[in-house]
């Protein structure tokens, strides 16, 4: 293993795999390492270019003590829940496995909640926030620690979440979402636009850390603009020949939706009504902030929301 090696952790998922698939076109791969609950999944042919894997698994904390030993930087993925105390408390302890490690650099994938903001109404946003505020925490203390924070703007991919987990294959002629869908919307981003644009990021981080112009600071990915959830569901329409209409409910009767009971297993429980907040911090604007760091990064308009979701039909 080479000095100066980046980890990532989790290596999996959509954010965390589509970052290292675009490191490793970046930097030599002898000096990445991939985390994962299941390193035996990376495709071998990252191994076979020099990549190490190692076990890590966020819900079994003592297999974090040593897993990123020898690394100098790590990218630091959210723990896979909505949940607010647990989220956080891994988490934590995650930065404090790191920091014993020798990191000296954490890139903390954070959430397009809040924008520009400190502070966020919706649920989702807390864990993030805390752990942001963490990271604060120790550089302040320590001068030879530093990060950065990327909140990753709202993915398409994710647009169930939004719309009442329509199926792009079978759509309802009415969707039931409590907010009326004007007003601000999301600045909806690719998702694997999000892991390239953090994969230069960490390589333009680890080619010449002193010039880096983040250090602990915090930067949004985004879209290229923002669009409302009303134009978000007419841009479905028309991409699935399918004419959808918003109808605004209660919270209680969406959260009771089969749809969003058995959408996903984040929103067990009273985890759909504390999800359900997510659509007053769109309306205070939380999810619309459009920046130009993404098309920096990966030197490019990022893709539109219509584009992404036409592919997504096509596929």
Request: aromatic share 10%; with cysteine.
């Amino acid at each position: 293993m080479q000095s100066g090696s980046i980890a990532i952790f989790p290596a999996s998922g959509g954010i965390g795999g589509s970052t290292y698939r675009h490191l490793l076109d970046l930097v030599d791969a002898s000096k990445v390492i991939l985390v994962a609950r299941s390193p035996d999944k990376i495709p071998k042919e990252y191994t076979k270019a020099g990549a190490i894997t190692r076990y890590g698994d966020y819900d079994k904390l003592e297999t974090l003590d040593n897993a990123f030993d020898g690394a100098r930087y790590l990218n630091l993925i959210s723990y896979a829940s909505i949940d607010h105390e647990y989220r956080f408390k891994v988490q934590k302890y995650a930065i404090d496995a790191a920091v014993r490690s020798g990191i000296k650099h954490i890139f903390y994938s954070s959430l397009g909640f809040a924008g520009n903001y400190t502070d966020s109404v919706a649920f989702v946003m807390q864990a993030h926030l805390d752990t942001e505020r963490y990271l604060a925490q120790l550089a302040a203390k320590d001068p030879s620690f530093t990060f950065t924070v990327v909140r990753q703007g709202l993915y398409t991919e994710s647009y169930g979440l939004y719309l009442a987990f329509l199926d792009l294959s079978n759509p309802p002629i009415e969707l039931s979402i409590p907010h009326d869908g004007k007003g601000p919307g999301i600045s909806w981003v690719k998702r694997d636009e999000l892991g390239e644009g953090t994969a230069h990021l960490l390589a333009d981080y680890a080619q010449n850390s002193t010039t880096f112009p983040y250090i602990n600071e915090t930067l949004l990915l985004s879209g290229p603009q923002a669009i409302s959830i009303e134009a978000s569901v007419e841009i479905i329409s028309r991409v699935t020949g399918k004419n959808i209409k918003i109808r605004q409910c209660s919270v209680d009767e969406w959260a009771s939706q089969d749809s969003a009971r058995e959408a996903s297993s984040y929103l067990a429980g009273d985890m759909a009504k504390r999800w359900a907040t997510a659509y007053d911090a769109l309306r205070r604007g939380e999810g619309a902030v459009v920046t130009g760091h993404l098309r920096r990064l990966i030197d490019r308009e990022p893709e539109t929301f219509e584009k992404t979701i036409a592919s997504m039909m096509a596929s």
